[in-house]
């Protein structure tokens, strides 16, 4: 199973970083991605990256903001996220992903909150 962690509570502008571990084994090789789903919203694309790391997308609204990277030595995946706004607020999860562009999900994990306070 993934587990997403590092999330918290930051200000409008601040950042956080949180990263994806897979238990019990490790992810090596596999397409993982970020999704995340707020208050009254469903679930939805944040960013993925390709088993090797090469390939990466990103959703319109964090792109420039948010940036995806692997640790696969530390079976780790990573989002780190820069300029928070309010709407950022969610609960992020982190999935094994497929398809040609990387946004199609499967393994989701109990995901970690983010509030970003105005």
């Known amino acids: 199973q993934l587990q997403a962690s590092g999330g918290g509570l930051v200000q409008v502008g601040g950042s956080l970083r949180l990263s994806c571990t897979a238990s019990g084994g490790t992810f090596s090789g596999y397409a993982i991605g970020w999704f995340r789903q707020g208050p009254g919203k469903d679930r939805e694309f944040v960013a993925s990256?390709?088993?090797?790391?090469?390939?990466?997308h990103y959703a319109t609204s964090v792109e420039g903001r948010f940036t995806i990277s692997r640790d696969n030595g530390k079976s780790t995946v990573n989002l780190q996220m820069n300029s928070l706004k309010p709407e950022d607020t969610a609960r992020y999860y982190c999935?094994?992903?497929?398809?040609?562009?990387?946004?199609?999900?499967?393994?989701w994990g109990p995901g970690a909150q983010v509030t970003v306070s105005s």
């Open positions: 990256l390709s088993g090797t790391g090469t390939n990466t």
């Open positions: 999935a094994r992903v497929g398809g040609s562009d990387l946004r199609i999900p499967s393994d």
